[in-house]
């Protein structure tokens, strides 16, 4: 262990492997530990009594559950867009050798108290009961307009300047009305509040026209993907194809000290007496807390159920938003559900999560809404944890920390933050125009 290394990564959570990937691509020498002994950090994948072990403090779970190894239980689910940054750093990597995907069933949202699929195509505005006749025809037009729009032709601008004019103001032109206007920003270019409406609006329809994109590579209900057998794959592929390009592994070495020199700048990391030297430190919250601040919690209830989510035409895997102004809150809620159809639980089960960010003491009562949505379930879990920032200036410390994960169920933030950091601790951006039809075999 007593060797240099260009970095040291520190933490397998999946931003931690996402990044490890691609600085050993680039031929950066990595050396990549974690005081667990398993992959994943806070994003790692439970079976059945790992997740008895979590919650309920017993060794095992009632067998009438099934199997314990059939279950792959998600600590941070969240689904993939077919065509967004997630999957494209996935091909850039060629990672996605080491993974199989499969579409998922339905993307919804929860508007005036009923569960309804998002529309996201002018076909698909004119037949959705979430508006009425002469919205529908509103709505097409600003589908259509979305659509067509490309940055490099003012012939489809409509003579508006969209990095000028705000969401709100483009909106109005097209006299959306206020239940519109949420499912758009939320369930479609799944902003988190709205800020968005006052923001320029060239961002929310890039958004919408990912989403749409995303819905027609694969025909299907929804713009998502994931992996067979969850999320646990992602970071043990991010480890096999570090460990191809010669970056070293190490699991359960425990502590982990970073050290500095006299100036604070990083030189190495101490574990079990011995000292890695390195340039750069990348690692999660947990390993440098008195560089973090906490930013916020999470409040998350886990259910085992024996059936689909209700109202979301029997999908197997599905993702539910509901937009905080449904719910009178701050931030919106996220139903996110998985089976048996991803290997994420025996035949006949189904895996649901609801998650948000808490905004009082009592986040059972606060995930009532999203628990409501489910129906009857065979175990209820409830989790908080707390979401954490970096306040460190990197350019003097050579820390490189990620952001905790947020309420989401889908990965659009995660990868913000990843190619960010990538282009902090390398000065440059990360080139994400890849071939997507290089992951179609595998999603398939």
């Not at 940055?151 to 483009?170: A, C, W, Y």
């Amino acid at each position: 262990m007593d060797e240099e290394y260009e970095v040291i990564v520190l933490g397998t959570g999946l931003k931690e492997c996402i990044l490890s990937g691609l600085l050993s691509v680039d031929g950066i020498k990595v050396l990549h530990m974690d005081r667990n002994d398993y992959y994943g950090g806070e994003s790692t994948s439970l079976n059945l009594n790992q997740l008895w072990k979590k919650f309920r403090g017993e060794d095992k779970a009632p067998a009438h559950l099934g199997s314990s190894r059939d279950y792959n239980v998600d600590m941070m689910p969240k689904f993939m867009m077919a065509n967004g940054k997630l999957v494209r750093v996935l091909i850039h990597t060629d990672v996605t050798k080491y993974l199989s995907f499969k579409a998922v069933d339905g993307s919804y949202v929860f508007v005036k108290g009923k569960v309804q699929k998002v529309p996201a195509t002018p076909m698909e505005a004119l037949k959705s009961p979430l508006m009425g006749i002469f919205e529908k025809r509103r709505a097409g037009k600003f589908f259509s307009y979305v659509q067509e729009y490309d940055e490099k032709d003012p012939k489809t601008h409509d003579g508006v300047d969209l990095k000028r004019v705000t969401t709100k103001e483009l909106i109005a032109k097209f006299g959306l009305d206020e239940n519109t206007i949420d499912f758009i920003g939320h369930a479609v270019a799944l902003h988190s509040n709205d800020s968005h409406l006052h923001q320029p609006a060239y961002d929310t329809v890039m958004r919408m026209k990912l989403y749409a994109e995303s819905l027609a590579r694969f025909q299907g209900g929804s713009p998502y993907i994931y992996p067979l057998y969850g999320l646990g794959e992602l970071p043990q592929a991010f480890a096999r194809l570090s460990a191809v390009y010669g970056g070293t592994y190490m699991l359960n070495k425990p502590e982990c000290k970073v050290e500095f020199d006299e100036e604070g700048k990083v030189i190495g990391v101490t574990s079990e007496g011995e000292t890695a030297k390195c340039k750069k430190v990348v690692c999660d919250p947990s390993y440098l807390p008195n560089k973090v601040r906490k930013i916020g919690r999470v409040a998350r209830a886990i259910a085992i159920m024996s059936h689909p989510i209700p109202n979301t035409n029997d999908s197997h895997s599905v993702q539910v938003i509901l937009p905080q102004k449904q719910l009178g809150r701050k931030s919106d809620m996220y139903v996110f559900c998985c089976s048996y159809s991803h290997n994420v639980a025996p035949k006949g089960k189904f895996i649901a999560f609801v998650s948000t960010d808490a905004e009082t003491d009592n986040p059972q009562t606060e995930l009532k809404p999203g628990i409501d949505l489910l129906g009857p379930v065979d175990e209820l879990f409830f989790d908080v944890y707390d979401r954490y920032e970096p306040v460190n200036e990197p350019t003097l410390d050579n820390c490189f920390i990620s952001t905790s994960y947020d309420a989401t169920t889908h990965f659009d933030t995660t990868v913000v933050d990843v190619l960010n950091m990538y282009k902090l601790i390398t000065g440059k951006e990360l080139d994400l125009s890849v071939d997507l039809n290089a992951a179609s075999a595998a999603e398939e």
